[in-house]
């Protein structure tokens, strides 16, 4: 029996759990448990290369690990691939323990294809729309017209966190590597839309992009996302062409792009050629229906939200991650263990980091750096002590400077956005 690999994996990042059925003609029972039997269970051993001894005891909606493992990016150091058309893959956490997350491990987040050629030298970037004076600029015209700044930023995918709503939300199931925080180079986007001339009545920015539809089609575009003029006059927003000292990676831009902190990563658009200004909300690929929105109300799980219902996303929630040490350790009873991670929150400080060993019924405070310049994310490090041998979890919760804290989980919506529930990892004392 022929399997094709690649349209199994397309299939569970688009459908989740549907795939079981749509694929296997696996129906999940109520234990989220998916029984497979006959062709269907051929077909999975097939795509595993074996057959699978314990099968009746599969998740629902479980995308086989030997798909789910990357077998190499250039340039990338075991990103987790969750699909290559487009191709989408996450750094595991215990790999951003980096204060500046080195280019190997920034995660990738694509719409469609990247752009057949990317000559720097010959790049050219258009500011056009409702601006005094269309503009165009090579990347030696952006160094030598505007200051060049360097500055650590964090980017998180708006769907980071998505593998962990149930009923299973639509699109690639991201855990928790989808953010990264590089020290990005480049001009202030500010500086390069004054200098055009923002002109009267624009409250949006709207961005194109060089990559490919995944139709191959020209004329369609993958993605084409904006931002309210006032988020645009941002200081930390940046056009950048280096990443941590070095030319973009060509998965992370190369060799031009927005690097828009605070707000969900798809603003921050990649093979950058051109920005023109609107006055009205942008109504680009992927900024219209429920693309990078959520409900305006608490939904029930799995309740169908009308279109009209939805948000556009802005600031990303305060959220942290525990990077050292990994989760699932061993450790002995009598020594520290020593905890460390990030913290960041939108566009605002982390305030506080604490750490909890019994399930939330106590709190340690960790300590907690200022961010080297704001939009970074804030290290934070903490000597945890076990009172007898056992199982246990570590949670970490940021808690910003509006004083909200995360949560232990977040209500349910239809595409999984915004997902920046406790991290916790598990520690056997022995």
Known sequence: ???????????????????????FGRRTHKDRRGFLRGAGL???????????????????????????QSEGIAGKDGLIQ??????????????LDDNITPTNRHFIRNNGSAPASVDADNWTLTVD??????????????KSQFEVVTKALVIECGGNGRAFFYPPALGNQWTFGAVACSEWT???????????????????????????????????????????IDKAMDDDNLIAFAQNGEALHLMNGAPLRLVVPGWPGSLSQKWLTRIWLRDQVHDGAKMTGTSYRVP?????????VA????????????????TTPANRISHLQGDALQVRGHAWAGDIEVSAVAVSIDFGATWQSAELDAPVNSHAWQNWRVAVEFPEVG????????????????????????????????????????
């Open 1 to 23: 029996m022929k399997v094709d690999k690649q349209k199994i994996t397309d299939a569970y990042a688009e459908h989740g759990e549907l795939a079981d059925e749509l694929i």
């Open 42 to 68: 051929a077909a999975m051993g097939a795509l595993v290369g074996g057959f699978i001894p314990f099968h009746r005891n599969m998740p629902a909606g479980l995308i086989p690990a030997a798909l789910a």
């Open 82 to 95: 969750l699909s290559d058309r487009p191709l989408n893959a996450e750094t595991s956490v215990h790999m």
């Open 129 to 142: 729309g409702l601006v005094d004076q269309a503009m165009t600029f090579s990347i030696e015209d952006l």
């Open 186 to 228: 480049g001009v202030r986007l500010k500086d390069v839309l004054l200098a055009a001339g923002v002109g009267d009545g624009v409250i949006y920015t709207a961005h194109e992009g060089a990559d490919i539809h995944l139709s191959g089609d020209t004329i369609k575009s993958p993605l084409s996302r904006g931002m309210p």
């Open 296 to 304: 305006n109300r608490p939904v029930a799980p799995g309740e169908e």
């Open 307 to 322: 279109t009209e219902d939805f948000e556009i996303i802005h600031e990303m929630p305060v959220k942290s991650l525990i």
């Open 391 to 430: 199982y246990y979890e570590v949670w970490a919760r940021a808690t910003d400077s509006n004083g909200i804290s995360q949560p232990h989980a977040i209500p349910w919506n239809p595409k999984g956005y915004l997902n920046n529930a406790l991290h916790r990892i598990a520690v056997n004392v022995a």
